[in-house]
């Protein structure tokens, strides 16, 4: 199981997303990633990671695990902010 952290930047970019059933399928992500189902990952560099979804543009939830049990979400994006995301996501993790 994961203890998720969340950034202010991850919590509004969630909460801006309009597609009510994308918000739903990345919620249940989420829930499956608690409970200890990482899924679809891959590094991007730097020690961050994302997580992918298969829906839509193809959203991605840039995270970083710290120690074995917690991961901080640091932000989120789709297929098509996915270079600014990372370089975002590196940002918000070195500050």
Known sequence: M??????????KWLKKLKDRKAKAKILLRLQRVEAGNLGDISAVGEGIEEFRVHYGPGYRIYFRR??????????????????FDIKKAKSLWNQ
């Open 2 to 11: 994961f203890l998720l952290e969340k950034t202010p930047e991850f919590d």
């Open 66 to 83: 710290q120690g074995e049990r917690i991961i901080l979400l640091l932000i989120g994006g789709d297929k098509s902010s996915q270079e």
